[in-house]
């Protein structure tokens, strides 16, 4: 994917902008846990005050909202990420954070400002994209939300929807809204319990990676 997206990344004036920008303030993270159901009122009061770094899975919930964050991050090779962007409107305030291996049509998708850094540095020195900047994001686009306000430099990230377990009595893994009905489906105790790990809190697979990143 990253050499599918050189004529772009050659262009691209990366992330170094943003290095230590936002030092010693505070930001939201928001991640696509259903605890995000219950903190949206939160998020539009906030907005424009306080930075909020967001998932790609909430453009189109955000929007509905009409919540505009200063950042949207995107980490996943998968086509469901240009469907997450695919005709949504972006707010002149935003910007795309995402790794230079993101598929070719993410970033076609994504209407408004784009900066790319490099995931695997090592490709980075080969195809000249050294002056992208690199970041090790972790396996989850909650962890390059936790990665890029390192990166910006603040010093207190208030974190939303960063989910480990199925939301209570509903076991959803996501936020509603998404145009992803398999993530917030309604789940019986049963079929949570066939597809869950993380013994006395059921969670999904990764939980323990995802955690270890964060503490990290």
């Known amino acids: ?36 159901n219950e903190a949206w009122d939160i998020l539009k009061t906030y907005q424009g005050r306080i930075p909020i770094i967001a998932c790609d899975t909430l453009v189109k919930p955000m929007n509905d909202r009409g919540i505009y964050p200063d950042f949207f991050t995107a980490l996943e090779r998968d086509p469901i990420v240009a469907d997450f962007f695919r005709g949504q409107p972006i707010n002149e305030r935003t910007t795309l954070l995402a790794p230079s291996l993101l598929l070719p049509e993410s970033w076609k998708c994504f209407e408004g400002r784009k900066l790319s850094y490099c995931a695997t540095p090592p490709y980075s020195v080969n195809l000249d994209l050294l002056h992208l900047g690199a970041v090790s994001p972790g396996s989850s686009a909650g962890n390059l939300n936790i990665a890029m306000a390192s990166w910006m430099g603040f010093e207190t990230v208030i974190m939303i929807g960063h989910n480990l377990a199925f939301a209570h009595g509903t076991f959803e893994s996501h936020v509603k809204g998404t145009i992803d009905k398999n993530r917030e489906a309604h789940r019986s105790e049963e079929e949570m319990r066939k597809m869950a790990t993380g013994g006395k809190v059921p969670t999904q697979d990764g939980e323990s990676e995802v955690y270890t990143i964060m503490e990290y």
């Not at 990344?9 to 995000?36: E, H, M, R, T």
């Open 1 to 36: 994917n990253t050499c599918d997206n050189l004529d772009f990344l050659s262009q691209n004036p990366g992330i170094y902008s943003l290095k230590d920008k936002f030092k010693g303030k505070i930001c939201f993270s928001v991640a696509a846990g259903p605890s995000l």
